[in-house]
């Protein structure tokens, strides 16, 4: 019983940490069945991502450092959103006053909840990187999967090279993570795949309840195509890549610190020990 018990387990870590997400799937569904007074549906949706982003916070779900994290990919999500919108890839057809060129305010927290997600996960599985690759490449590789989503519409698209070179340079990575005390590791790559098809998943979801609209759906909803699992996966790619190496930036000057104050301890330690880095 062992293994279900820790399924069960890795199951319920992976719920919390998904309370983000469900918050605002939650919100979907209910401002979809329910009429809303004063305000549009959009607006109202704001509303609730904002007051629950505060009380994240504010309970200590999330730290401040999260908070950043957060925010960037806010800012990173809202701008992909006003591209995409102007170039016709969905759209938001419902009315609201926090709309900006057709872009909802809301919908920058729908990439921010991902962010959320890796972050919670990342804390609640104790998740350890296996070696990761460095910066130099790790940097230039996330910038060009994002900047591809923009480019693509002008130039040719090259998600498939992309996905190629992602498999190349994390071949050797793994993840590890912890459950009920246990340490388990997984393929980095495969990691990427899991998550990218649950976001698909989650899409079909959101799309079902108007949190937008692709062109084939104005009529009547249909399931989202199955080749946008390689943009979710590609968007997952860069989310994790950015969150890893801010946690890693963050643990370096950390240990500088550390090492500034305590050097002959910390020295021993890196010395001695096999510890993967995170």
């Known amino acids: ?43 109202w949706l704001l509303i609730i991502c904002l007051l629950m982003q505060v009380l994240m916070v504010y309970a200590g779900l999330e730290t401040k450092d999260e908070l950043k994290v957060i925010t960037l990919f806010h800012v990173i999500g809202l701008a992909l959103e006003l591209f995409k919108v102007h170039m016709g890839s969905w759209s938001y057809p419902e009315e609201g006053y926090s709309k900006i060129f057709g872009v909802p305010l809301y919908s920058g927290f729908m990439y921010a909840s991902v962010a959320s997600y890796l972050c919670q996960a990342w804390r609640r599985l104790d998740v350890e990187l296996i070696k990761w690759p460095p910066f130099v490449i790790v940097v230039p590789l996330a910038a060009a999967i994002y900047l591809n989503f923009f480019t693509h519409h002008y130039w040719m698209d090259v998600r498939w090279i992309l996905s190629g070179l992602v498999v190349i340079v994390f071949w050797k990575s793994w993840v590890s993570y912890e459950v009920n005390g246990t340490r388990y590791r997984m393929p980095l790559a495969l990691s990427f795949v899991l998550i990218g098809f649950f976001i698909w998943i989650a899409e079909n979801i959101a799309t079902f309840f108007s949190a937008w609209e692709y062109p ?59 510890h993967p880095s995170r």
């Open 1 to 43: 019983m062992r293994p279900v018990k820790q399924l069960i387990r890795f199951g319920w870590e992976q719920a919390l940490s998904c309370l983000f997400p469900v918050v605002i799937f939650t919100s979907l569904a209910l401002t979809k069945i329910t009429p809303v007074p004063l305000l549009p549906r959009y607006d």
């Open 216 to 274: 084939n759906q104005a009529d009547a909803w249909s399931l989202v195509h199955l080749g946008k699992v390689s943009s979710w996966l590609l968007l997952v790619i860069v989310s994790f890549l950015i969150v890893a190496t801010l946690k890693q930036v963050k643990e370096n000057v950390s240990s500088d610190s550390t090492t500034r104050e305590f050097p002959s301890e910390v020295d021993s330690y890196k010395l001695n020990s096999d």
